[in-house]
Each structure stands twice: as C-alpha cells, then as structure tokens.
C-alpha cells in the first residue's frame, strides 16, 4: 500500500487471510485441544528455523501436517 499498488496489496491480504483460515481450521483449540502455536511452529519448520514442537496440549499427526501444507501451499501461489 506505500507503494500505491492497491491490487498487490489486495493479493497479498487475501493470501494471508486464507493462510489464518487454514491454521485455525488445523489448530482449532476450542474443539481439539490444538494451539495455533503447534502450527505456527510447523510453518517455522518449514523455513529452515527449528524452534521445536508444541510442549503441552495435543499436536497435530503428520497426516494432518502433509494435508495443512497442501493447502498452505495451494493458498499463497
């Protein structure tokens, strides 16, 4: 928006609007016991920035983490 490039900004939010969907879908703590922690932190993974798992609380199954990473990636081409 600095720049003036409305349509980028506009891209860029609805992007990252679908990525807060996707983790509060995956990590919905009122109905599973997740956190949006364990999925930030599997984001991080994913960058290359080890910050370990979710101590406490459940954590989400590698079935769940392959599925949030097809979305994620689906989500911000």
Do not use: F, P
């Not at 922690?37 to 080890?50: F, P």
């Amino acid at each position: 928006m600095d720049k003036g490039d409305v349509a980028r900004a506009r891209q860029l939010q609805s992007q990252a609007d679908k990525v807060i969907e996707i983790l509060i879908r995956y990590c919905d703590c009122a109905s599973r016991g997740y956190n949006i922690t364990e999925g930030l932190k599997v984001m991080l993974s994913w960058q290359g920035i080890q910050v370990g798992r979710q101590r406490t609380g459940k954590r989400l199954s590698d079935d769940e983490i392959a599925k949030m990473k097809a979305e994620l990636t689906e989500a911000v081409k």
